[in-house]
């Protein structure tokens, strides 16, 4: 039995003309994908981008780069330190050279490296002297300084301290040959006075530039009077 609609009116079908509908309902896929803002304030993170501060919200990625070697960390470099100490240790133009490195290119811990040296010769009897040495390192090297400025010299603070703790050199070269001839006078003080020639001779030509003309006296005597010092440190006269 049939019932013909009219003006919208529902229609009727008798169970025997409908058809058989079968079949099944599959799940959706759903994927949920998270986001590097998930869980954050959508409408505070639009905000901070629109006002520029985007980078607020910037993770920084891990740095998976390989350490740097220990001496690069410190800065320390083993042939350019070597090279110094052989333009101190051989101060003649005529060798070739480029000594002016040492005052030019100035570093820490070489000639920290030359004074702790030192200190560890004079240790022998005298073990204050040690701590003592760095601090007339230190301030001498600040009263070389401000001389030298005084003179119109256009050096600074670093490089006056490198080239006066490289300038230890020849000192400490001098040191076994005043145990081994101790006992003559003589020989030794002339041992003594050439090591002192050669530390303040090394320095000086450094440090006292052609800026000083006739000044360069003034700044050589108070080098040499350092080495004296530094010296009668080790000797203990």
């Known amino acids: 039995m049939q019932f013909s609609p009219t003006n919208g009116d529902f229609t009727f079908v008798s ?13 959706p896929d759903v994927k949920l994908t998270m986001s590097s803002d998930s869980g954050k304030n959508p409408y505070a993170t639009t905000f901070l981008r629109q006002r ?10 891990e740095d ?16 350019d330190i070597y090279y110094k100490i052989r333009c101190v240790l051989m101060p003649v133009p005529s060798l070739g050279y480029n000594r002016q490195v040492v005052r030019d290119n100035p570093d820490f811990w070489g000639p920290l490296a030359v004074v702790l040296l030192f200190s560890m010769i004079s240790i022998y009897g005298q073990f204050r002297v040690v701590s003592w040495i760095i601090t007339i390192w230190i301030f001498g ?9 005084v ?51 090394s320095a000086a030509s450094l440090l006292a530039g052609d800026e000083f ?18 010296l009668s440190l080790y000797t203990g006269v």
């Open 151 to 201: 003179l119109g010299g256009e050096v600074s603070y670093g490089q006056v301290l490198g080239v006066i703790g490289y300038s230890l050199l020849p000192l400490i070269v001098i040191a076994p040959l005043l145990l081994v001839i101790g006992g003559f006078e003589v020989v030794s003080t002339l041992i003594k006075l050439f090591g002192v020639f050669w530390a303040a001779y």
């Open 213 to 230: 003309k006739t000044k360069k006296p003034l700044l050589i005597y108070p080098i040499f009077l350092l080495y004296i010092y530094f």
């Open 64 to 79: 998976n780069e390989e350490n740097k070697p220990l001496l690069e960390e410190l800065d320390i470099d083993l042939r």
């Open 141 to 149: 090297s600040l009263t070389i300084f401000l001389l030298a400025r």
């Open 52 to 61: 520029g501060y985007g980078w607020l919200l910037e993770v920084e990625e």
């Open 15 to 27: 169970s025997t003309e409908a058809e058989d509908f079968s079949g099944t309902i599959s799940a």
